[in-house]
């Protein structure tokens, strides 16, 4: 395996309760990314980190916020949890940007009643 | 902002049988990279194939092999002599960290 771990697998919240959602990795890869799979829409980018520290926002980051503090772990947080955010959020990691391809977690379906 | 498209949300093919997923997307760039991944019932997310925009030569992975057409904008993905467990889900991605909306590939025995 690639050394890439989300957690929880499942979850189920009820909205406006804060959710964080962690993504850790053994691989010392610089670029970790976080995606949501809804059908019909494919991935979405959310967020995406370059580097301890610096991230940077995707394609549907609204309602999201993420932290890397060390380089295995990428976090991401719902602040207030909506329905719409229900959803499968999918870690990615690459050692060398997005060009090079994704290795990706298992992912963690979300559900917000 | 660039895009991927993925034509047809479903596709069959008989098993041993050879189908093609399309992919177009729009870019104005010159040198990018662009992906086939299978995404099984487990869920897993697999890197099938990849083609740098700067290379003639179409990238092949055993059965899977891809028809890159850079002035069109076009890259397909060819399975060949499908299997059962080629059932799955298929997306197309581009190196902007953009994904298209998949394809659900039916394997029938």
């Known amino acids: 395996d690639a050394g890439i771990t989300q957690s929880p697998r499942h979850k189920v919240t009820e909205t406006g309760t804060p959710v964080t959602l962690r993504c850790h990795q053994t691989e010392n890869h610089r670029y970790m990314y976080w995606y949501r799979q809804d059908p019909g829409h494919g991935l979405r980018l959310i967020h995406y980190?370059?580097?301890?520290?610096?991230?940077d926002k995707g394609e549907v980051s609204d309602g999201y916020s993420v932290s890397r503090s060390k380089t295995e772990d990428f976090l991401l947080t719902l602040e207030s949890a909506t329905s719409s955010q229900t959803s499968v959020y999918f870690c990615?990691?690459?050692?060398?940007?997005?060009?090079?391809?994704?290795?990706f977690g298992s992912g963690t379906r979300l559900t917000v009643v | 902002a660039q895009t991927v498209t993925q034509s047809q949300p479903e596709m069959s093919v008989q098993e041993a049988e050879t189908v093609t997923l399309s992919c177009t997307y729009d870019t104005s760039e010159s040198d990018y990279y662009l992906f086939w991944y299978k995404q099984p019932p487990s869920r897993q997310m697999i890197l099938v194939i990849r083609q740098e925009a700067y290379k003639q030569q179409n990238a092949t992975e055993n059965r899977f092999s891809v028809n890159f057409q850079k002035a069109a904008k076009s890259f397909s993905l060819k399975i060949s002599d499908s299997q059962l467990g080629d059932a799955a889900m298929y997306f197309c991605?581009?190196?902007?960290?953009?994904f298209g909306a998949g394809t659900r590939l039916t394997v029938k025995p």
């Open positions: 990615a990691i690459s050692e060398a940007g997005a060009g090079y391809g994704y290795t």
């Open positions: 991605a581009y190196s902007d960290m953009r």
């Open positions: 980190s370059y580097g301890v520290k610096d991230t």
